[in-house]
């Protein structure tokens, strides 16, 4: 099963409801070092290619997206990482020690296998998610849809949908400065975008929103994935 790791904030939207979309750009970097260069000319499954060199057809398995360079002619696909519509992924999430046993970061759960707590066995006190081992997966999520847009194409309803954090009724969430606050999400979203792609380096997090890459939105919904490995019994699929 593929894993699409998750940051702190992110786990938690996604616990809450309030998260249906996350956008990647996994997979894409050939096409991300010069975004403006591109054009997309094609998203399909298993599509049937020419061969420009033999005039022979060919298929690409997966969920292929197909780039354009107009000037030279030139094209590229790239390979969906997540798997296609319809796949079930499970969300990874940081993990830490505390006090000898595994906790998550996002809200200090104990980590269970089989119906027990799991010994923190690590040499580092804390796996990002990234790194997190399947058997903690906690939140699984069904693919709905894919599509393939640039970074500032994103709406004020999909910035909602990311899960970015509602103070108020009409306020959301700065992820980089607390104090502030937004009335427009899509700032709210552009703050996050920084927050998780440059961390403390405020110009490394502007710099990937300036160069405005193209990426992959992938939009789920939450599943209930009996884990046998985190129950000690035959896994079980419910739509929730």
């Not at 200090?108 to 081992?133: D, F």
């Not at 500032?152 to 509602?166: H, L, T």
Request: aromatic share 12%.
């Amino acid at each position: 099963m593929r894993k699409i790791p998750h940051n702190r904030e992110m786990i938690l939207a996604f616990a809450n409801g309030l998260k249906t979309q996350t956008r990647r750009t996994r997979g894409l970097k050939d096409i991300n070092e010069e975004p403006d260069r591109w054009r997309l000319d094609d998203l399909d499954t298993d599509p049937e290619l020419l061969n420009l060199e033999t005039g022979e057809p060919f298929t690409i398995k997966g969920l292929i997206a197909t780039f354009e360079d107009a000037e030279f002619d030139i094209y590229r696909n790239n390979r969906y990482p997540y798997g296609n519509t319809g796949d079930i992924v499970y969300l990874g999430e940081g993990i830490r020690n505390e006090k000898g046993y595994a906790v998550y970061a996002a809200d200090g759960a104990l980590v269970m296998r089989k119906g027990e707590v799991v010994p923190w066995k690590w040499k580092t006190n804390h796996i990002s998610s990234v790194y997190m081992p399947e058997f903690a997966a906690r939140y699984y999520a069904k693919i709905v849809n894919v599509r393939v847009e640039r970074l500032q194409s994103i709406s004020r309803q999909d910035c909602i949908a990311e899960g970015i954090d509602k103070l108020d009724s009409v306020s959301y969430r700065d992820y980089l400065t607390p104090e502030l606050i937004h009335h427009d999400p899509i700032n709210s979203y552009y703050s996050l975008w920084k927050s998780i792609n440059g961390g403390k380096n405020w110009s490394k997090g502007q710099k990937s929103w300036d160069k405005n890459p193209w990426l992959w939105v992938t939009e789920y919904e939450p599943v209930t994935w009996l884990n046998p490995e985190v129950t000690g019994k035959k896994e079980v699929l419910c739509q929730q």
